[in-house]
């Protein structure tokens, strides 16, 4: 999955062998087995009934029964058929639902924020000229095919094309599910040679596609090559598994994993609908076995790009031990343009979330830039006003406060201000005042000393509460 964001297609040139294909054990990418063609054909109404298959909690079993075609998809939302713009989207970008996801969706439309991330719509055809099928200029990051190398000690590892369920607004749509197929020996020796060779690599991220659609057996290979360089010492998994296919972390798989330590997992998940009981358990299972989880979000427009959706989905990846890890503005990708909010949206939410939840729950919000100039943070601004003797800052509640800078600084003294002067930043900036509240501020009230302090001297400074 393309949560690290740095990627490039796993490609096959013809000095490599082919990819595997798809035995339940040679598996990954590759071509599934004919049953991935037998996915559903019965209609949304019956999923209940698909619940019951005894096969449902198998994750081969999941795959094997994806949602692929423009006619799957109409059997499940008959609706959709009235749309001939959806077959022509279907046609351009992979399309794949697992029955877990869509079981979870609650109303077959797209106000339903797992069937918008899910089904097709017409306006993946909106094409804007600033709009590219790499924006990230992923692939000119590539010394050796399918690895990627930025930032200097990191490295990404495409590992596999393929994920269970195909998000519609992924950034890799130009590679992921357009081919399901696998890293090649070859590729693998060349990238681990390449990371043997930098030293300077200390932290391997194995990425897609979704790794963990690959079987155990082969996710092992890899991750045991990349143990094996001595130089590394942090191995990543991103994974958007436990959101559409939790069924895939199974005590095998995580049992493998804990071997390897140290293992994280970057996760996606982006609404709080997507953490159902069957993915709470598969965090469970990772955090249990000792692996740092954290998670990335996509701000998208209609989904998530409300503060009171993204402070639920915090709060709630905190509690099963997933920690908030970024939150990535909308890449300019070809066909996402619908799903894209505007920057400012973005500051809004990071603003509305400090100081109504932990550090711990607030991820970072960031752009990757485009030309593959990396993640750039992007924050509300804090810092208000500078002198040499202090530095005035702001806080969620609106608060001004000077913060005294070393007394080496202080070399300028500023005249006191004019008695009948209002208290502004200047005062604030050259030390005359500590701080200044705008009024009614109900944390304040609930102090007696401060509710004092409004007209009261504090080592010659006051404390103001605007009127
Ligand atoms: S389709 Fe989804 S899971 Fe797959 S790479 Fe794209 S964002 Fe990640």
Redesign the pocket.
Known sequence: ???NRSPAPVSTTSDEPPPSNGSDDAEPGGTLPAAETLATTRPIADLNTLRQDPQWQDWRWQIRHRIRTFEQLVQAFPALQRNTKIAEVAARYPLAITPYYLSAIQKPDYSDPIFSQAVPQSRELLDPTFLHADPLEEEQDMPVSGLIHRYRDRALLMTTTM?S???RH???KRV??TRECTISVEQLRRATEYLKAHPEITDVILS???PLTMSTSLLERIVQAVRAVPSVEIIRIGT?TPVVLPQRITDELVRMLAKYHPVWINT?FNHPQELTPESRAALAKLANAGIPLGNQSVLLRGINDDPRVMETLCRRLVRERVRPYYLFQCDLVRGVEHFRTPISRGIEIMEYLRGRLSGLAIPTYVVDAPHGGGKLPLLPNYIVSVSPTHTVLRNFEGMLINYPEPMVSASRPEPPPAASRSPGVWELATGHQSAILPAGNRRLQRRPAARKSAAASNNGQQTFLWA
Do not use: E, K, L, Q
Request: hydrophobic share 20%; aromatic share 6%; charged share 25%.
């Open positions: 999955m393309d949560t994920c369920m195909y998000c992924c950034t890799r992921a599910g897609g596609g979704d958007r996606h």
